[in-house]
Nanobody, 120 residues
Framework: EVQVVESGGGSVQAGGSLSLSCAAS????????FSWYRQAPGKEREFVST???????SYADSVKGRFTISQDNAKNTVYLQMNSLAPEDTAMYYC??????????????WGQGTRVTVSA
């Protein structure tokens, strides 16, 4: 089983920056696809960004040009750098990892979430 460890987040004023990280652990010989989602109070969870094991990247339109996803393969860790934050970015951010491991094992795991609060 793959464990998802998130860190980062916090509170910032509009226009500020925050960085999130998400690490995969607990399994070996796996390829990981990492994604970030967020859920604002009273709203459904929405896609933010993804980077797959071939380093293909995509972003939601709402964060393009402001957020950057990157990966450290050696650490099985993904980072989400969030710049020019706005109050509408306030949400709980969740990391999702889809792991394809030796033996054909496929896991989908979610982190516990990390809160981002942006004040006007």
């Amino acid at each position: 089983e793959v464990q998802v460890v998130e860190s980062g987040g916090g509170s910032v004023q509009a226009g500020g920056s925050l960085s999130l990280s998400c690490a995969a652990s607990g399994a070996t010989y796996c390829r990981y696809d990492f994604s970030w989602y967020r859920q604002a109070p009273g709203k459904e969870r929405e896609f933010v960004s993804t980077i797959d094991s071939d380093r293909r990247i995509s972003y939601a339109d709402s964060v393009k040009g402001r957020f950057t996803i990157s990966q450290d393969n050696a650490k099985n860790t993904v980072y989400l750098q969030m710049n020019s934050l706005a109050p509408e970015d306030t949400a709980m951010y969740y990391c999702k990892i889809v792991s394809v491991c030796s033996g054909g094992y496929l896991y989908t795991n979610w982190g516990q979430g990390t809160r981002v609060t942006v004040s006007a």
